[in-house]
């Protein structure tokens, strides 16, 4: 279903800086880009992100899900250089199917330009256009700077529970849930719809 948001793409936006940035979804021709996009994430950040970022095999696993049932990754460039990412995941099935999960990262020279925000705000449109009525997103407590980012399009704290995950140093942290309801308030429907 994902597969088919793709005609609206590339999106482009100018950033505060000047520089102009290209929104559009992952592809097979990118993996070099992705690569060398997380080979400059720290090894501290690195502690904290829940997948195997360096080894490929999310870029992989990102891949062969051709019809984005699954996951629908997004990446902006600059000039050429991939500068953040944001990705949409929602189950096929279950208790949680209208409960979609997205995940960001932004290049450490690219933070506090605005992409984060239009990353987000192009995938809340995307749920709201495939019938999703929830968002979701875990972060550890340090992340202060995405958790605002969200905060400002509409998350909010669900729940925040003081040191419950550990990185992989074994060292403890906030777990955050943030959220999102993508449908409504009837006090802000049309009368006669």
Same mark, same amino acid.
């Given at each position: ?10 999106? $482009? ?12 979804? @992952? ?12 080979? %400059? ?7 904290? @992100? $829940?997948?195997?970022? *360096?080894?490929? !095999? #999310?870029?992989?696993?990102?891949? !062969? ?13 600059? /000039?050429? $250089?991939? %500068?953040?990412? &944001? !990705? ?7 208790? *949680? ?7 960001? #990262? ?7 330009? &605005?992409?984060? /925000?239009?990353? #987000?705000?192009?995938?809340? *449109? @995307? ?17 202060? %700077? ?12 669900? %729940?925040? #529970? ?27 429907? &049309?009368?006669? /719809?």
């Amino acid at each position: 279903m994902l597969g088919l948001l793709k005609d609206q793409f590339p999106v $482009r936006i100018d950033l505060p800086n000047g520089a102009a940035c290209t929104i559009r979804p @992952i592809g097979e021709e990118d993996e070099s880009a992705f690569r060398s996009f997380h080979a %400059v994430i720290t090894e501290e950040e690195q502690l904290f @992100i $829940r997948s195997q970022i *360096k080894d490929g !095999s #999310l870029f992989h696993e990102w891949i !062969s899900d051709q019809q984005n049932v699954q996951h629908f990754a997004l990446l902006a460039f600059v /000039d050429g $250089r991939l %500068v953040a990412m &944001g !990705s949409l995941h929602q189950r096929p099935g279950g208790w *949680k199917r209208h409960i979609g999960r997205v995940y960001f #990262l932004t290049h450490p020279e690219f933070r506090g330009l &605005g992409i984060l /925000d239009e990353l #987000l705000g192009i995938l809340v *449109k @995307i749920s709201t256009q495939i019938g999703l009525t929830k968002l979701e997103s875990e972060l550890n407590g340090e992340r202060k %700077v995405a958790i605002d980012s969200m905060a400002s399009i509409g998350f909010r704290e669900l %729940v925040r #529970l003081p040191n419950y995950i550990r990185d992989m140093q074994a060292q403890s942290h906030d777990y955050v849930l943030m959220g999102m309801n993508l449908f409504s308030d009837f006090e802000n429907l &049309g009368a006669g /719809d």
